[in-house]
């Protein structure tokens, strides 16, 4: 456990995602009281199958040091190579090893897990760490005037906190009160994600398809093509490989709605993928019903928090990525961790707002490098048909052909010297770095004022008595 505040307060979290409930562990794990507030009820929550998910090191390693390193093994595999084919052919072109060294520098490991073992993980969690959760609850106002914030529920209901913490999303309600509009909705359309899994008993009885299940569990497999682009990979904790695919919209005028929830045609999933390996349609043939979300790439937003410091937003509510990303779950986590090492040093009301401004301040460069390297990933793994995909393409081949790694050199070394950066944040020591560098300063100045403050009024009253 963390050293706890000085002062302790409540704290509401809209939204009982990945992002909600790391926030109320890390806010749990330094003292404050926390209620998350969940939209979907227990049982949808149990219904919903979001497929596979990928962590990375820069966000096991926090999970890993908030005590849940057991729990997530038992529901994860970790990863060490990534294996790269075309996505109309199904021709090999390389493959990449995670390297040892960096990953020990990490102090991370690469997971993949199902999206709701990770989120059953940290519902459990928070539970145990004294937060509550309720489900089946819908926030349908905010209202930050003054020192008392509060919610107010579809059922009539009013809850109060000193902090409103957004962590619903996209198109999330607390950050319409801050910013005004829906950033998401009002953002360019780029393609549509597809996310489903194939159950493992089927893959292993097709010759074709049994080697990705039952051979390289550790490896990834992704599939370039021309506006098109896969991902596939085991899933811990159950027996199913995890499907990803991005492609084009729908003809114009069909509607393609977000469905997170599932629900999906799958012939409708199938005709989206277009020309493809023939692996990949057998895969696709035998998946489950498969969640859709529109991508979207989302220019940063300037306010986080509201003008009388007593809302924030954090995770996909704060710095939407494209749906999909590597980095997804791992910022909203990232977020958690630093709101939470600052008000672990609270110790008055007034250094609220300046906490949350603080948060912003160091959260912002970092996320907005963050999309904006996912969203380059995305768009190199769809390059339309050309010179630039033929570049890339042969380049990978040559590499191969010489025995190196996809990513020693080029475009591709450039992109994986960046992950590395990338994996190897930590970002409960860059708040530490903060708090040492400008939070204690700022107190000992406050202080300082307030002493010398004392110290008049006491001449003052001295002068007066005589």
């Known amino acids: 456990m963390s050293e706890k505040p000085g002062l302790s307060i409540d704290f509401l979290v809209v939204g009982g995602g990945i992002a909600g409930l790391a926030c109320a562990i890390a806010l749990r794990r330094v003292g404050h009281n926390v209620v998350v507030l969940e939209r979907s009820s227990d049982a949808d929550i149990l219904k919903m199958s979001h497929g596979g998910i990928r962590l990375p090191p820069n966000v096991s390693k926090i999970l890993f040091h908030w005590g849940l390193e057991h729990a997530l093994r038992q529901v994860s595999i ?89 962590a619903d999303g996209r198109s999330s309600i607390v950050q319409k009160a801050i910013v005004g509009k829906d950033v998401y909705g009002s953002s360019p359309y780029h393609c549509l994600f597809y996310n ?139 977020d958690a961790a630093v709101l939470a090492k600052l008000f672990s040093h609270l110790r008055t009301e007034d250094q609220i707002s300046t906490f949350l401004h603080a948060f912003q301040d160091l959260r912002e460069d970092r996320c907005a490098s963050v999309v904006q390297t996912e969203q380059g990933n995305l768009c190199f793994q769809m390059l339309p048909a050309g010179p630039h995909q033929e570049e890339r393409d042969n380049e990978m081949r040559t590499k191969t052909a010489q025995g190196e790694s996809v990513f020693g050199g080029g475009e591709a070394a450039e992109q994986w010297e960046h992950l590395k950066e990338l994996f190897g944040y930590d970002a409960e020591d860059e708040a530490d770095d903060w708090w040492v560098k400008w939070g204690l300063l700022r107190e000992r100045a406050k202080q300082r004022s307030l002493d010398m403050e004392a110290e008049m009024k006491t001449h003052l009253s001295n002068i007066h008595i005589r």
């Open 78 to 166: 970790t990863a060490t190579a990534v294996e790269i084919a075309i996505y109309d052919t199904g021709e090999f072109v390389g493959t990449h090893q995670w390297e040892e060294e960096v990953l020990r520098e990490t102090r991370g490991e690469y997971l993949f897990l199902h999206h709701v073992g990770l989120r059953r993980v940290l519902h459990d969690a928070a539970i145990a760490a004294g937060a509550e959760v309720r489900s089946g609850v819908s926030v349908v106002s905010i209202n930050s005037n003054g020192d008392s914030p509060h919610v107010t529920l579809a059922t009539g209901e009013t809850l109060m906190a000193d902090v409103i913490v957004g």
């Open 196 to 334: 489903t899994t194939v159950p493992g008993a089927l893959m292993r009885a097709d010759p074709d398809l049994a080697p990705f299940f039952s051979q390289h569990v550790e490896s990834m497999y992704l599939w370039m093509g021309s506006g098109r682009s896969a991902l596939g990979f085991r899933v811990g904790g159950k027996d199913e490989f995890g499907l990803h695919f991005w492609v084009p919209p729908r003809q114009e005028g069909v509607c393609d709605d977000d469905r997170w929830g599932g629900g999906v045609d799958l012939d409708e999933m199938r005709r989206q993928l277009g020309p493809c390996e023939p692996r990949l349609l057998k895969m696709a043939k035998l998946a489950a019903t498969p969640a859709r979300v529109r991508v979207k790439m989302v220019s940063p937003m300037e306010d986080w928090v509201d003008e009388h410091g007593r809302l924030v937003i954090i995770g996909e509510a704060a710095h939407p990525l494209p749906a999909g990303s590597l980095q997804g779950g791992a910022m909203a986590v990232e």
